[in-house]
């Protein structure tokens, strides 16, 4: 028993009183059959009787601890891996002795063929598929051999019949409780793949308010912009006008009034056309009445028709509208990165791609000039649109700006921007 002992793991507790109850049963019960049909033996008939018993009550309870075992997982009615090593031999010395057990009492008496019979569903509990055929084999040999004096005389039909239809049962009985097994897998697995669910629908919750985010950061951003414009332009200009009107209510003479004057209507020219630029800046032009493509195509037409050169124009993927603010934020890098190549390029070829991806806008501008050199950098350009105010208006919507170029390798601007639905009722940003 000390081999035995040095098993671990035990079967869930249901299993193993159902288990103990049948083995038990069945023996009591073929053992009542002896006693009912003819009696007990006598002499040493009835001492090979006992002694068989007594084996068979103290090695059926091993066999619930084996099959835990053999499981790995604490389950035990469920279809045994391979064996490896020690639990294999000991797997398979337990069903020796326990074939052994049932063909020696079946020997004895042929009312023990239901007894004889629980080694054929232990066969599937203890080995693999091909394991258990060889077992129930071998069982089924070793039952014959003990019943052949008896075959025609002693077996009673009703002992075979118990012989036939418990170990029907208890297969049923198995069957059942492997299908109970499965439900329960099937229960976790749809309670899994519901909380799946949740965390996508949760994740896509988190995305669209991130990109909600991203839409007011942008509006945030061209309100500071507008605002740094009133005052670097026309709160100036306005300051100016009053100053200028001020000293031309001191002055004596016509001519220094005039003189005056002259320099308000300056400062209110200035200021207007301040104030245009401005308000072009939110929108231009060519977004008002046309999708971001058209706007594009258009504005790569009037370069090509100001400097000689045919942008290549491509659009990729389904052009859906997007938010206000985004398509502006892509038309000004698209102009910013042609009015870079007019004036310092030197290119003969310009590539413009607008790629429309699942939750990103890209925007490409290629062209084969002689790339930025190391000391100009990325100092903005005329009105405020250099490549460092691109960033920032990029970076407004939650996007990335990349720059790629070297000294007579040409320059490459990427922006890639999240692909934000216009909304309708939406305002301009």
Request: proline share 5%.
């Amino acid at each position: 028993m000390g081999v035995i002992q040095e098993l671990h793991g035990r079967p869930d507790a249901p299993a193993r009183w159902v288990h103990l109850a049948w083995v038990y049963g069945t023996l009591a019960l073929s053992s009542s059959l002896v006693w009912v049909t003819g009696g007990w033996p006598a002499g040493t008939e009835l001492t090979v009787l006992l002694v068989l018993l007594g084996l068979a009550v103290l090695w059926l309870p091993w066999l619930p601890d084996l099959v835990a075992e053999n499981r790995r997982d604490g389950r035990f009615w469920i279809p045994a891996e391979r064996q490896t090593g020690r639990r294999r031999w000991l797997a398979i010395g337990y069903y020796a002795v326990l074939v052994a057990i049932g063909g020696s009492l079946l020997a004895v008496d042929p009312q023990y063929a239901a007894f004889a019979s629980v080694a054929y569903p232990s066969a599937f509990l203890l080995f693999p598929a091909r394991g258990a055929m060889v077992g129930v084999g071998v069982t089924a040999v070793v039952n014959l051999a003990a019943q052949t004096d008896w075959l025609t005389e002693h077996v009673q039909p009703y002992s075979a019949l118990l012989g036939l239809l418990l170990p029907l049962a208890f297969g049923g009985w198995v069957i059942g409780r492997e299908s109970e097994r499965r439900r329960a897998m099937v229960t976790e697995l749809t309670a899994a793949n519901a909380a799946l669910r949740e965390t996508m629908a949760e994740n896509a919750g988190l995305h669209a308010q991130l990109l909600t985010q991203a839409r007011e950061a942008g509006v945030r951003e061209e309100r500071q912009r507008m605002a740094r414009e009133i005052h670097d332009t026309l709160a100036q200009g306005l300051t100016g006008i009053i100053t200028q009107l001020n000293a031309a209510d001191r002055v004596p003479g016509e001519a220094e009034r005039r003189e005056h004057l002259d320099r308000v209507r300056t400062l209110a020219a200035d200021s207007l056309a301040e104030a245009r630029r401005s308000v072009r800046a939110l929108r231009p032009e060519a977004l008002t009445d046309s999708p971001l493509p058209e706007a594009l195509a258009e504005l790569t037409a009037k370069w090509a028709a100001a400097n000689g050169i045919t942008p290549e124009l491509a659009v990729t993927g389904d052009p859906d509208r997007l938010a206000t603010g985004v398509e502006v934020v892509l038309f000004r890098v698209a102009q910013e990165a042609l009015t870079n190549v007019a004036k310092h390029a030197k290119a003969s070829r310009v590539g413009v791609t607008l790629s429309y991806e699942d939750d990103v806008v890209l925007l490409d501008v290629v062209d084969d000039g002689v790339g930025i050199q190391p000391r100009t950098g990325c100092a903005p350009g005329v009105e405020g649109y250099g490549l460092g105010v691109m960033r920032q208006r990029v970076r407004g919507v939650g996007g990335t700006l990349e720059i790629e170029s070297g000294p007579g390798q040409g320059t490459a601007v990427a922006a890639a921007v999240p692909a934000i639905p216009f909304e309708a009722g939406e305002g301009e940003a």
